[in-house]
């Protein structure tokens, strides 16, 4: 197959053209306000958290090492209360001076942090996604605890053996819904493409199975084999039953930190390989893309969302559940920008790289991206 640069442009053109509407109820300047609101209700409840911890009555001043072991750490967030301190310094809530003395010109409460939630429900709840910001409120009120390991963080994401929140997370979620419309519609190009050949995705870090559902049912009319993957056996598991009526579907445990041979998969067998917030997770993540650049066929698609920025609010929550990233693209951050991405991205290869939604779009401040490349 010969490709070209044309034939990308005809396959990604006007991909999130039936996206669009989805955000049609929110001016730029809402989702502006309402990430803005977010980030300050959850930096604020960082600093409350180490404020309760003891830490700098007084306006003493400590060193990282000193916040560890008074707020009793687990080692296991060394890392994650240091992107916490270098993202509190930035918002010039904690103060470094001089280097290594960490202080606190302007104490928080829970006032103030009730001032920003409500600055914040109105637009999330209303109008972004139902319980999006109960269940972040519901980590940040549980921070010192997350820290010292007491609660684990799947059960605030569970509560009571709930999936509200997870529905909130993937499902009942404008960006979400945006981003799986456009999957969508790739995937149905590159299929109608494909004709006359049983098209072969891989999906990894598949979970709860929000972008499967949708990218099963857009492709209904093709011929597929789709292999559904997770690094956790309970999300496989749970897929099994659900997705099981759906033609060419099969199910596996596959971890993107090991080898994929060893995993029982394949080098060069799969046309597209579909990863919805997955590599951000990744201990090395260029490491894991050079296992996704084997796995690919030559001409073949990997179809990736990732957040594009490093977002308060996964700080405070979902970051308690990853893994400490290893690699040196984020020894300075826990999460790649764009940039980052798209220069990692072309190691593969100097082809067209799709990226949504665009700069300009009213939905890029959330902070959420789909990126799209092909690869020899
Ligand atoms: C943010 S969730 C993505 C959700 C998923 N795409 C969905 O629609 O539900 C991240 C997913 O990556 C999985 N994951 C985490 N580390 C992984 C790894 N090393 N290898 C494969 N999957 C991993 C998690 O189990 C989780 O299901």
Same mark, same amino acid.
């Given at each position: 197959m010969?490709?070209?640069?044309?034939?990308?442009?005809?396959?990604?053109?006007?991909?999130?053209?039936?996206?669009?509407?989805?955000?049609?109820?929110?001016?730029?300047?809402?989702?502006?306000?309402?990430?803005?609101?977010?980030?300050?209700?959850?930096?604020?409840?960082?600093?409350?958290?180490?404020?309760?911890?003891?830490?700098?009555?007084?306006?003493?001043?400590?060193?990282f090492?000193?916040?560890?072991?008074?707020?009793?750490?687990?080692?296991k967030?060394?890392?994650?209360?240091?992107?916490?301190?270098?993202?509190?310094?930035?918002?010039?809530?904690?103060?470094?001076?001089?280097?290594?003395?960490?202080?606190?010109?302007?104490?928080?409460?829970?006032?103030?942090?009730?001032?920003?939630?409500?600055?914040?429900?109105?637009?999330?709840?209303?109008?972004?996604?139902?319980?999006?910001?109960?269940?972040? /409120?519901?980590?940040?009120?549980?921070?010192?605890?997350?820290?010292?390991?007491?609660?684990?963080?799947?059960?605030l994401?569970?509560?009571? $053996?709930?999936?509200?929140?997870?529905?909130?997370?993937?499902?009942?979620?404008?960006?979400?819904?945006?981003?799986?419309?456009?999957?969508?519609?790739?995937?149905?190009r590159?299929?109608?493409?494909?004709?006359?050949?049983?098209?072969?995705?891989?999906?990894?870090?598949?979970?709860?199975?929000?972008?499967?559902?949708k990218?099963?049912?857009?492709?209904?009319?093709?011929?597929?084999?789709?292999?559904?993957?997770?690094?956790?056996?309970?999300?496989?598991t /749970?897929?099994?039953?659900?997705?099981?009526?759906?033609? $060419?579907?099969?199910?596996?445990?596959?971890?993107?930190?090991?080898?994929?041979?060893?995993? $029982?998969?394949?080098?060069?067998?799969?046309?597209?390989?579909?990863?919805?917030?997955?590599?951000?997770?990744?201990?090395?993540?260029?490491?894991?893309?050079?296992?996704?650049?084997?796995?690919?066929?030559?001409? $073949?698609?990997?179809?990736?969302?990732?957040?594009?920025?490093?977002?308060?609010?996964?700080?405070?929550?979902?970051?308690?559940?990853?893994?400490?990233?290893?690699?040196?693209?984020?020894?300075?951050?826990?999460?790649l920008?764009?940039?980052?991405?798209?220069?990692?991205?072309?190691?593969?290869?100097?082809?067209?790289?799709?990226?949504?939604?665009?700069?300009?779009?009213?939905?890029?401040?959330?902070?959420?991206?789909?990126?799209?490349?092909?690869?020899?």
């Amino acid at each position: 197959m010969t490709w070209d640069k044309e034939k990308f442009d005809r396959i990604v053109e006007g991909i999130d053209a039936s996206a669009d509407s989805i955000a049609d109820h929110l001016s730029r300047e809402e989702i502006e306000s309402a990430m803005t609101n977010l980030d300050s209700a959850v930096l604020h409840s960082m600093l409350h958290a180490l404020l309760k911890f003891g830490l700098f009555d007084k306006d003493e001043k400590h060193a990282f090492e000193a916040v560890l072991e008074k707020g009793k750490i687990s080692p296991k967030f060394n890392w994650l209360v240091q992107r916490w301190i270098i993202k509190l310094t930035e918002a010039g809530l904690l103060l470094e001076s001089p280097e290594g003395h960490l202080s606190c010109p302007k104490k928080t409460n829970g006032e103030i942090i009730a001032q920003f939630w409500a600055g914040a429900d109105d637009i999330w709840t209303n109008k972004i996604s139902p319980e999006f910001t109960a269940y972040v /409120r519901s980590n940040t009120e549980k921070l010192p605890e997350l820290l010292g390991e007491q609660i684990h963080p799947l059960s605030l994401l569970f509560p009571d $053996g709930r999936y509200n929140f997870i529905r909130s997370l993937y499902f009942d979620n404008l960006m979400a819904n945006y981003l799986n419309r456009c999957i969508c519609k790739l995937l149905q190009r590159i299929a109608g493409d494909h004709k006359g050949k049983v098209l072969r995705i891989l999906e990894i870090g598949a979970g709860t199975g929000a972008t499967t559902e949708k990218v099963l049912k857009a492709l209904e009319s093709f011929e597929i084999q789709y292999l559904f993957t997770d690094v956790a056996s309970a999300f496989v598991t /749970r897929a099994k039953s659900r997705f099981d009526t759906f033609h $060419g579907i099969h199910f596996s445990v596959f971890n993107i930190d090991e080898d994929l041979r060893t995993q $029982g998969l394949t080098p060069n067998s799969f046309d597209i390989v579909l990863a919805a917030g997955v590599l951000e997770n990744a201990r090395d993540i260029p490491e894991s893309m050079n296992r996704v650049a084997e796995l690919i066929c030559p001409g $073949g698609w990997f179809v990736f969302t990732e957040p594009t920025k490093e977002h308060s609010w996964i700080l405070a929550s979902q970051a308690f559940m990853m893994t400490e990233p290893t690699d040196s693209l984020r020894t300075e951050t826990s999460y790649l920008d764009r940039e980052a991405w798209i220069n990692l991205l072309k190691e593969y290869g100097d082809e067209s790289i799709l990226f949504l939604p665009d700069l300009k779009h009213k939905l890029s401040p959330m902070g959420v991206h789909l990126f799209a490349k092909r690869f020899h």
